[in-house]
């Protein structure tokens, strides 16, 4: 028998619990949860590389590439903010992890290597595929697009055959970097009653049972205060002896001031995906060709590789700089803490912002290239069309993008006010303007027409 609920700080009354519904339990308890979804997920990926390695070579007639960079791509931060990181639960690459972790892996402990420096091979791996994709024009091509995946999975493959759990998923990947960041800002947590988890001698959840393996991302459910890694695959929720987790819906953003051990490269990453961001929507922009222009009268080079280094340097470094300045502001005048401090807790405030320029810019492809889902499906029966891909006007996503500018603007803000535990204006000021400047640099350069992926 189960302890009651603890109820949430501030709340007279129980909070809900999704796992309260009889069939969501029995669903997650059972073994076609989150199998199902991982199977359906191998099969369309399997299906996703076969026609990017060995179908037409046209990126805009090429089924594969429609389905990565027009449908999944730009769902993916949604599904973040909906169910956090339930994304990675059913990931193609988390189920063969575990598939070949079961066949011939060793399952030796994570070196400590990854464990001290995971999350900064992280932000690197980030940085370099996404560099990768403009130097190699990986999102156009059809096969570079195979490549990249084929890579990662053999990466997945070397790691689960050496290490146990899933070690690449937690260190290595790039989107688990992104997933991590992002979902801080979801609207699902998982959690456990920590009244019942105090009490339970099995750890379960983290060591695992004859009913599921324990937590592969290496968590403990009763010292769990956040979602930056919990993929709510529910194996946890099989382990527990005594009903105590709870799949409870919250207020966005709400995570990002409560962080009780607020680390540096999870802020560097935020600061980095700002950067990313806005590089990412200036490249489909006419402007474009006017700063590698700038860019090569100072180098003296048309080499487009160096100018476009050069400029997604400036482009993660300005983001990075400005916090900086704005903490070092904020740590000489107005608080007793360094300027390392303020960077590491306020640089999880660009987060909401990061996530609208990013939902932004996927917008534009999602509901303006859509159609071309439906036009290389037809392919596969031999069906030839053609015709406008867009399901709205840009005019209307233009609308939706400075929506979520200036919605993503304001939660950014207000998580500076709660992380500044709720400080005056006088004194939060220069990490109001930091946010409110890219809020305004998003805005206008949604304001300038942009090119399509697929056409």
Not at 5 to 34: A, C, Q, R, T, V
């Amino acid at each position: 028998m189960s302890l009651p609920e603890k109820k949430l700080p501030g709340s007279s009354k129980k909070p809900f619990n999704f796992l309260d519904i009889p069939f969501i339990n029995k669903f997650i308890k059972s073994k076609w949860y989150p199998g199902i979804f991982q199977w359906l997920g191998l099969a369309i990926f399997g299906l996703i590389i076969f026609e990017l390695m060995t179908g037409t070579i046209n990126p805009h007639r090429n089924w594969g590439t429609a389905m990565v960079w027009v449908l999944w791509w730009p769902i993916i931060p949604i599904l973040f903010i909906a169910v956090g990181r339930f994304w990675c639960a059913v990931c193609p690459f988390g189920k063969i992890s575990d598939i070949v972790r079961r066949l011939v892996g060793s399952e030796s402990p994570m070196p400590k290597f990854l464990k001290k420096y995971g999350i900064w091979l992280i932000d690197i791996s980030f940085i370099v595929i996404t560099w990768a994709d403009h130097i190699f024009g990986v999102v156009h091509s059809p096969r570079g697009s195979g490549i990249l995946l084929l890579l990662l999975l053999t990466m997945v493959v070397a790691t689960s055959v050496f290490y146990e759990r899933r070690t690449f998923c937690k260190s290595l990947c790039f989107l688990g970097g992104l997933a991590g960041n992002y979902s801080r800002a979801g609207a699902l947590e998982l959690r456990g009653n920590i009244d019942i988890c105090r009490t339970c001698k099995t750890q379960s959840c983290y060591k695992g049972s004859e009913k599921a393996e324990g937590c592969n991302m290496f968590q403990f459910v009763r010292t769990m205060d956040n979602s930056h890694e919990c993929n709510i695959c529910g194996d946890c929720i099989k382990n527990c002896p005594n009903d105590s987790i709870r799949i409870t819906p919250r207020k966005p953003t709400m995570e990002l001031w409560g962080i009780k051990k607020p680390m540096l490269e999870q802020s560097f990453l935020a600061a980095v995906i700002m950067g990313i961001v806005l590089v990412q929507n200036v490249t489909m922009l006419q402007i474009w060709e006017q700063i590698l222009n700038g860019i090569g009268m100072v180098t003296r080079t048309t080499s487009y590789n160096v100018n476009f280094t050069i400029a997604f340097i400036i482009a993660m470094m300005i983001p990075i700089a400005a916090l900086w300045y704005a903490s070092k502001l904020g740590s000489k005048t107005y608080f007793d803490t360094s300027t390392k401090q303020n960077f590491i807790r306020f640089g999880y405030a660009y987060i909401p912002i990061d996530l609208a320029g990013h939902l932004g810019h996927n917008l534009f492809h999602l509901l303006t290239e859509t159609k071309a889902l439906y036009f290389t499906t037809l392919q596969f029966f031999g069906v030839y069309k053609s015709g406008n891909l867009a399901v709205v006007s840009d005019q209307t996503v233009q609308i939706l993008q400075f929506a979520l500018v200036g919605l993503g603007t304001w939660l950014s803000m207000y998580a500076v006010y709660r992380i500044g535990e709720k400080k005056s204006v006088k004194q939060l000021w220069p990490f109001y303007l930091l946010i409110l400047i890219f809020g305004i640099v998003n805005f206008l350069l949604f304001t300038l027409p942009m090119d399509h992926r697929v056409h």
